[in-house]
């Protein structure tokens, strides 16, 4: 079992910035991509940003050159630094570790995954 804690949601203006952090513990597969989904309401959850083992990115195409998601693997955690946030990004932000393919994270077993309990990011207008 994996167990993932969540923290930095909350509110902020239009164009302001957070950071979401989530920190892994328990039996976490060696070869993995930890990442960050958001669901909207009433909408199916979505990729934001996931990062592999070896350090590897990927970014949904509505977050490119505004999030960026770095991971420390000694401590096991993950982070999302959110800038120029607008009002579409407002949404409950889910972390998710799952089991890789390899380091670089070509590919990865979503029947694996494990998530976070969400953390709410409200962006006013």
């Known amino acids: 079992q994996v167990q993932l804690v969540e923290s930095g949601g909350g509110l902020v203006q239009t164009g302001g910035s957070l950071r979401l952090s989530c920190t892994a513990s328990?039996?976490?597969?060696?070869?993995?991509?930890m990442g960050w989904y958001r669901q909207h309401p009433g909408k199916e959850r979505e990729l934001v940003a996931v990062?592999?083992?070896?350090?590897?990115?990927n970014y949904a195409d509505s977050v490119k050159g505004r999030f960026t998601i770095s991971r420390d693997n000694a401590k096991n955690s993950v982070y999302l630094q959110m800038n120029s946030l607008k009002p579409e990004d407002t949404a409950v932000y889910y972390c998710n570790l799952a089991r890789a393919a390899d380091p670089l994270g070509s590919a990865w077993y979503p029947g694996t995954a494990y998530w976070g309990q969400g953390t709410q990011v409200t962006v006013s207008s």
């Open positions: 990062i592999s083992s070896g350090g590897n990115p």
């Open positions: 328990g039996s976490i597969f060696s070869i993995n991509v």
